[in-house]
């Protein structure tokens, strides 16, 4: 069974004075796995730019690079795809590898988790503080709970998952790209990256390979009501790597598996690696906050403009 | 200069070299040992390494060669060389740049690897976090490949002699190394202080690594290009080794660029020059990488270029070294290097390193923690943690401290054992100072020696090798750790060469041939023109005030004791209205002064008062550098911009600059300006030593103008910094003939005020022959104003800034409002009838000259704000797009 979505995310920035010139990348372009293929997909920029140019970078994820050099005061950059999802509806937790997570950890350590070489290489990695994910003191003390002596891995992904959605509040603006995951513990409120962040750090900080998964997840509305349109956002969750099951992606935000809801666009090891959108820009007046709509609809749904 | 000389010679082949056997040498091996470059008789005495110690200080300065950022309290120090040189024999230099070779090339197929297939990784031949948690691996460039088929183009290597006398390498260098235009400025001037024994001793010379550099930049280019473009980018003048970037621009014939005269366009870098964008295909990268583009790399950066990263994918420009390569930075690789080798290379290790363990490993880890109080405790990323930890050095608690954060974070960690002439010092006499000095588990080596010493190579790839520099930048110091920014000394390095072998007698100078294409003078950016204009300004402003306070203090010294006398008072209209703010103010010192006071004094006399009440600070004016408008502060300014611009001018423009600035220094150290007038001896004070200070400025200021005017071609450049002389001359005469001749006193006092105000112009001899009933006003306006073949008038002033201004590109902007303003001024000298504006009103001033000269005045000045807004424009920083972290809808 699949399902296929149609997927628009803009991104308009207004800004007070003339932009000379706009440099710009992107990991807005779903990237191909196992139970998701992109069927297709475009990249909008107005103004034109220049120059364009994409690639696909380490983590294997589908980049932009763009250059603006029309003077203007609005840069909107929109991208468009049409995805086909056939991941399990309704994955079971219960399914999950049920080895102790200290003998998955030793099994990474000690170079044995996997006969893949590469794929070793990726899960040491995944090991490893990054901008975003450090080992704290208050990392280790909340995941103490979770963390008990010869718990079966699928218990501990399951259970901090939980714990993040019930002992954290979700509130927009509460956070920003610098918050840390101190600061987030003891404000107890953050967003769905903060969320992803704060698992992967508990996990690492266990000798627990973990990475940064950026997409969307399909919102419905309430029942009777009808969906509004652009009002889905960015999305980010965790992948954590189970011998046997290989990297399971589980969301805190909303204490899940990962199901046909949705749509990875790539990931990395933090937010750092993947942010859907970055730039720099050149103008004599201050830069300006950006306001973004995202669609994600089964495909056939009217056009979101 | 009565420095201690070295009694040892930590890096000089030894007198009794290393046999291979394990007897090792003893520190009495290690002394200066002439015989090996001179006859006997020969050797110089202490006496003359004191005098070339004090004339390579001389010359340093004079080259302007300094470390350190400059900050504008003076951050940068001046170089610091021992002209004793190190010296090598040839065998042993021979073998040591086999192993730098070998090393080289290790290297380069590490680094070749790590961002390519990363076999070693997977193949565990290298731990793959040693290189997944080196900052320096850069995961955005991954993949990119360099045209050539080099990755590691320059590296530095820092070498020390162990305890048997063998060299032993302690790191390596591959972000961006820096000090091989150290080593070659070290080299010019110990080989001019110490010209006997240089001359006597057959040494190899360091110009072959030179053009194999500009060799291997030419290598490095994209292959579309058949004349590579080269630039340096530079860290800028902020940079610690600013000099060593400048210095080598300058050498190799390449533009010393920042990031702000760079720009990414379809693609491809380009030059912000005058008159329009010029490819670039080569940087020579001196930022590091992380800094070098704020879109792909550290968001925020202002030393880079975004799409910086996006024109190397693109294969249209190389970086040297290519972005990534500090990787090879890590200390863990030390302890790797010697099986790399075998399987890479299928050799085995020539040089050896220090013994290093990487904490990542369960039994390295083990080993250190153990010994961590024998052992030198390096953090794997360079410039983390504040460097190296010696480990006998710390008392329990931060050695307990030190092993839980490497136990925390073993990966960012390796143990390195201490090495050097004196051996480490296992059982010596615990080191360590405070109360919690440990008591069993103490012991450490007792020092490194007497004084550490570490030799940096320098290898470049050339041809299917690496050409090793003959020599390097040795450095020594007082204590363990060797740093220029701690107070290291350099030392030149001696490469002996058989004698079979001639030895090209300029070959050190610098290679005169230019194999790299240098951009095409019109191509200078922005920033260099603003630079070169401001240098001409502060030049002349520096100037101006010079020949100012020496007539100003000419005059106090005739006149200042007979304050009522024509020339007492002619004195006083000088003080007032050339050197205003010498006077002191109403609230200074105390001393009631200034009009007030003197309307409530009537029997005093009025006219001396401010220069009796209180001595003015015409010292203050010539020597304060803290002071805007002061001498000082100008010519400090001048070398700044000299500075900037290094790579465009003669070094002989750093020699009368750095004297200028030591006499300035001098006499403000000899004495200090009288805060009252207490005494006739004070009043004296006020200039005493000043005029003989004030003549050497101006002969070095006069040496600066020679240089700009015969030593510089004609292109846009010194187009700009002769108009920027022009204009702050016009400026200056102006405003100091609006001071002076607008009011009239009488006869006699304006006659030898109107002297001196020619003096300043330096057009007292012209006045006295062409006007032999003396110059009055309107001949005074003739000379200074109209006379378009005096070289001091504003109307000379006025044709040289249009002309020069003429030939300088303009990209985009409108020159009509500058070419306006100064046509307008123009008009005004052409219209000026210097009879005419010289009558005096009954209010007793000349309001007709004080109007035009006003007009004249501020066209001037605008007219200047439209040369810095048309030519110097530079795009405003750029800024990082707000994340989308949370945005809303």
């Not at chain 1, 996990?203 to 919102?219: F, M, V």
């Not at chain 2, 040892?8 to 090996?36: C, I, K, M, N, Y």
């Not at chain 2, 090598?88 to 590490?110: I, K, M």
């Not at chain 2, 983390?384 to 008392?395: F, K, N, R, S, V």
Request: aromatic share 4%; glycine share 8%; hydrophobic share 40%.
């Amino acid at each position: 069974m699949t399902r296929t979505y149609d997927l628009v995310h803009r991104t308009t920035y207004t800004y007070a004075q003339p932009v000379t010139d706009s440099y710009g990348r992107t990991t807005l372009t779903p990237r191909d796995v196992p139970g998701q293929t992109c069927l297709a997909t475009t990249l909008d920029i107005d103004p034109a730019p220049a120059d364009t140019a994409a690639h696909v970078d380490y983590f294997g994820n589908r980049t932009t690079y763009f250059g603006v050099t029309e003077p203007h005061t609005r840069l909107v950059v929109t991208s468009r795809s049409t995805i086909e999802v056939s991941r399990a509806a309704e994955p079971e937790p219960d399914r999950l590898p049920t080895m102790p997570w200290e003998e998955v950890a030793e099994s990474v350590r000690h170079g044995v988790a996997t006969a893949d070489e590469h794929a070793l290489v990726r899960l040491r990695e995944a090991l490893l503080p990054s901008p975003h994910v450090s080992r704290t003191q208050a990392v280790r003390d909340f995941a103490a709970p979770t963390l008990t002596p010869g718990r079966p891995i699928g218990e501990v992904l399951v259970d901090l998952a939980h714990r993040i959605r019930t002992e954290l509040t979700y509130r927009s603006g509460s956070t920003t790209v610098h918050t840390t995951q101190d600061q987030l513990l003891a404000q107890r409120a953050g967003v769905c990256q903060d969320f992803a962040h704060l698992m992967i750090a508990a996990l690492r900080l266990h000798g627990l390979p973990a990475r940064y998964s950026s997409g969307y997840i399909e919102t419905r509305p309430p029942a009777g009501r009808e969906k509004l349109r652009g009002a889905d956002a960015s999305h980010a969750w965790v992948s954590a790597w189970a011998p046997g099951a290989g990297w399971v992606e589980i969301d805190p935000t909303n204490d899940q598996l990962v199901d046909d809801r949705y749509v990875l666009l790539g990931w990395g090891r933090d937010y750092h690696d993947v942010p859907p959108l970055r730039g720099v820009i050149f103008t004599e007046g201050r830069g300006a906050h950006p306001s973004v709509q995202v669609d994600l609809v089964p495909s056939g749904s009217d056009p979101f403009v | 200069m009565g420095q201690t000389l070295p009694v040892t010679d930590l890096l000089s082949t030894p007198v009794r070299p290393a046999d291979g056997s394990d007897a090792g040498v003893t520190l009495d091996d290690f002394r200066p040992d002439w015989s090996r470059v001179v006859d006997p008789g020969d050797e110089p005495t202490p006496a003359d390494l004191a005098r070339a110690h004090a004339e390579a200080e001389r010359l340093l300065a004079d080259h302007g060669v300094t470390y350190g950022a400059d900050a504008p309290d003076g951050g940068a120090h001046p170089w610091r060389l021992d002209p004793a040189p190190v010296v090598v024999d040839e065998p042993e230099w021979t073998a040591l740049d086999a192993g730098l070779v070998q090393r080289a090339e290790l290297l380069d197929a590490v680094l070749q690897d790590v961002y390519g297939a990363r076999r070693l990784l997977t193949d565990q031949l290298l731990p793959p976090t040693t290189v997944l948690a080196h900052p320096g691996f850069l995961r955005q460039v991954d993949g990119l490949r360099m045209p050539g088929g080099r990755e590691l183009v320059l590296t530095a290597t820092d070498l020390v002699r162990d305890g048997s006398g063998r060299w032993c390498a302690v790191a390596d260098r591959t972000q961006a190394p820096s000090g091989a235009a150290y080593a070659m400025e070290d080299r010019r001037v110990v080989a001019q202080v110490m010209a006997g024994t240089y001359r006597q001793a057959s040494i190899q010379r360091l110009g072959p690594f030179f053009h194999a550099l500009r060799q291997a930049l030419r290598d490095a280019a994209p292959r579309e290009s058949d004349e590579p473009r080269v630039a340096l980018l530079s860290s800028g003048p902020a940079s610690e080794t600013a000099f060593d970037q400048a210095y080598l621009a300058s050498m190799l014939g390449l533009p010393l660029v920042e990031g702000g005269d760079l720009l990414v366009r379809e693609g491809r870098v380009w030059m912000r020059g005058l008159d329009g964008l010029e490819r670039v295909d080569v940087l020579l990268r001196r930022v590091d990488a992380e800094w070098c583009d704020p879109l792909d790399l550290r968001a925020g950066s202002r030393l880079g270029v975004p799409g910086l990263v996006r024109a190397v994918r693109a294969g249209t420009v190389s970086l040297v070294n290519p972005l990534g390569s500090s990787v090879l930075e890590n200390p863990a690789l030390l302890a790797y290097l010697p099986r790399l080798a075998r399987t890479v290379l299928d050799q085995d290790l020539l040089l050896p390193s220090a013994a290093t363990w990487w904490c990542g490993e369960d039994a390295s880890r083990q080993h250190v923690l153990t010994n961590l109080a024998r052992l030198v405790l390096l953090p794997t990323a360079r410039g983390t943690d504040g460097g190296a930890i010696l480990g006998w050095t710390l008392g329990h608690r931060e050695r307990a401290d030190l092993a839980d954060r490497i136990t925390a974070e073993p990966w960012a960690w390796v143990g390195q054992e201490p090495v050097g002439p004196a051996g480490p010092v296992v059982d010596g006499t615990p080191v360590g100072v405070g109360s919690d000095l440990p008591t069993a588990d103490g012991v450490g080596p007792a020092d490194l020696g007497p004084r550490a010493a570490v030799l940096r190579t320098f290898a470049v790839a050339h041809r299917s090798t690496y050409t090793v520099m003959a020599g390097g930048l040795a450095r020594v110091a007082p204590q363990a750790v060797v740093s220029s920014a701690t107070g290291a000394t350099a030392k030149d390095v001696w490469v002996l060469a058989s004698s079979a072998e001639p030895v090209a007698e300029t070959a050190d100078e610098a290679p005169a041939e230019t194999l790299v294409a240098r951009v095409p003078a019109s191509g200078i950016s922005p920033r260099t023109a603003e630079n070169l204009y401001w240098m001409g300004r502060y030049a002349e402003r520096a100037e101006d005030r010079t020949r100012v306070l020496r007539v100003v203090a000419d005059r106090w010294d005739d006149f200042h004791a007979r304050p009522a006398s024509v020339g007492g008072r002619a004195l006083t209209v000088l003080l007032t209205s050339l050197t205003p703010d010498a006077l002191p103010t109403e609230h200074d010192g105390g001393t009631p002064s200034g009009p007030a006071a003197s309307a409530s004094d009537p029997a005093g006399p009025v006219a001396s008062r401010p220069a009796v009440a209180a001595p003015p600070a015409l010292r203050a004016l010539a020597l304060d550098p803290r002071r805007e408008g002061t001498v000082a502060r100008s010519v400090r300014r001048l070398g700044a911009c000299a500075a900037a611009v290094r790579d465009q001018l003669s070094t002989d423009t750093f020699g009368p600059i750095a004297r200028i600035e030591r006499a300035l220094r001098d006499e403000r150290a000899r004495s200090r300006t009288p805060r009252s007038a207490s005494s006739a001896a004070d009043l004296r004070a006020v200039t005493a030593g000043l005029r003989p200070a004030l003549d050497g400025v101006l002969e070095g200021l006069l040496a600066v103008a020679g240089i700009a005017a015969e030593g510089l071609v004609r292109d846009v450049g010194w187009r700009l910094l002769d108009a920027g002389r022009r204009i702050e001359r016009a400026q200056h005469l102006v405003e100091s003939l609006q001071a002076t001749l607008v009011d009239q006193r009488a006869v006699t006092v304006d006659r030898l005020v109107l002297e001196s105000v020619l003096t300043t112009h330096e057009s007292v001899i012209t006045a006295r022959r062409r006007y032999q009933g003396g110059a009055r006003v309107p001949q005074v306006l003739d000379l200074l104003v109209l006379d378009r073949t005096n070289p001091r008038s504003l109307a000379y002033q006025l044709d040289r800034v249009q002309e020069d201004l003429a030939a300088v590109p303009v990209a985009g902007a409108s020159t009509d409002q500058r070419d306006h303003l100064l046509g307008d001024v123009v008009a005004l000298v052409e219209e000026l009838d210097p009879v005419a504006v010289s009558v005096v009103g009954t209010d007793g001033r000349r309001t007709r000259l004080a109007e035009t000269l006003e007009s004249m005045r501020w066209r001037l000045r605008s007219a200047a704000d439209e040369i810095e807004k048309v030519h110097f424009v530079r795009p405003a920083p750029g800024q990082a797009l707000e994340d989308l972290w949370d945005a809303p809808a």
